[in-house]
Nanobody
């Protein structure tokens, strides 16, 4: 499965961005997730959902601010990011994997497919 992430950019603190991850084929049956990596830091889980979208799981750093949604007809997963902070600055990666639910969604090693990443910079 080839994934293409887009929507990154420069935004001021408190602003919003919407990231999209488009799969080049159907992603039915696949869990989808977003991770991020800032310079000098380890890859961090942002948000994930199971194959049906009935189970969503957010990282502690983004709870209440980021929302994950899925449009199966368009093979697209979106990450709406609100109330952005400078510490949200990172390269954001979307990923897909099979059979993931609950805490397994937060482990990067469980994902089989990865997009190329999109840069998000939060700065005044």
């Amino acid at each position: 499965v080839q994934l293409q992430a887009s929507g990154g950019g420069l935004v001021q603190p408190g602003g919003s961005l919407r990231l999209s991850c488009e799969a080049l084929r159907r992603t039915s049956g696949l869990a989808m997730g977003w991770f991020r990596q800032a310079p000098g830091k380890e890859r961090e889980f942002v948000a994930g959902m199971n194959w049906s979208g009935s189970i969503k799981y957010n990282g502690d750093a983004v709870k209440g601010r980021f929302t994950l949604s899925r449009d199966s007809a368009k093979n697209t997963v979106s990450l709406q990011m609100n109330s952005l902070k400078p510490e949200d600055t990172a390269v954001y990666y979307c990923a897909a994997g099979r059979g993931l639910i609950f805490s397994s969604l937060s482990q990067a090693v469980n994902y089989d497919y990865w997009g190329q990443g999109t840069q998000v910079t939060v700065s005044s």
